[in-house]
């Protein structure tokens, strides 16, 4: 089946730590996206890539890193920078539906800094 | 300055009934607007969508109307089912690729018995 792993489904990280979430997809999708999610806000993007070794900032960049090195990767780095990064991050890729460009999302991965 | 709102955080419908979820935006530069259904600790999922050249669009038991001259959307479920119990997501972008969509903060949609 295609679609979208995200790992871990849960990270607990201590204040100060960088970690690393996973995000692999099998749909042969170009474009990958990095949301995060609030309790009671919208999604908010962080980071998107249209193509491999590109990616360019969303809203919220700030405190956060990625890489894509392959077409099927798109990891996202929590650095100690980002102030407040308890939250559920969810990934995407994007395909085309009767024209439109829409979203397929991963599970999400819930990260608590402790 | 919020650009998609969904000014009602939940909504409580009985089931068979219409559930009619309504979103507004500001921006009068969105041209397509979409609406993504996510149940709790799961991804978001596509539901449904509208270009603003059209004012309605029909998939099953879900219907998006749109009307650009008060900025508004709404979806509509007919009829209501247990399984529809969701966040509602409404969405909006200004060109036909979705890197600058924007998102709502979603309607919390409650199916009763």
């Known amino acids: 089946d295609g679609g979208i792993t995200q790992s871990p489904k849960y990270l607990f990280r201590k204040e100060g730590q960088n970690v690393t979430l996973s995000c692999e997809q099998n749909l042969n999708h170009d474009a990958m996206y990095w949301y995060r999610q609030d309790p009671g806000q919208g999604l908010r993007l962080i980071y998107y890539s249209q193509i491999v070794n590109d990616f360019q900032k969303g809203d919220i960049a700030e405190g956060y890193s990625v890489s894509r090195e392959k077409k099927e990767s798109f990891p996202l780095t929590v650095t100690s920078a980002q102030k407040n990064p308890t939250a559920f991050y969810l990934c995407?890729?994007?395909?085309?539906?009767?024209?439109?460009?829409?979203?397929?999302f991963g599970a999400g991965s819930r990260l608590t800094v402790l | 300055d919020q650009q998609v709102k969904q000014n009602s955080p939940s909504l409580s419908v009985q089931e068979g009934r219409i559930s009619i979820l309504n979103c507004d935006y500001t921006?009068?530069?969105?041209?397509?607007f979409l609406w993504y259904k996510k149940y709790p600790a799961e991804g978001p999922t596509f539901l449904i969508s509208?270009?603003?050249?059209?004012d309605k669009n029909e998939d099953g038991r879900f219907t998006v109307f749109l009307n650009k001259s008060a900025k508004h959307l709404s979806l509509h479920i007919v009829p209501s089912q247990p399984g529809d119990s969701a966040v509602y997501f409404c969405a909006a972008s200004e060109s036909y690729r979705d890197d600058k969509i924007i998102f709502g903060k979603g309607t919390r949609l409650h199916i009763l018995p």
């Open positions: 921006n009068s530069m969105f041209d397509y």
């Open positions: 509208i270009s603003s050249i059209k």
């Open positions: 995407a890729s994007s395909s085309q539906h009767r024209g439109l460009y829409v979203l397929t």
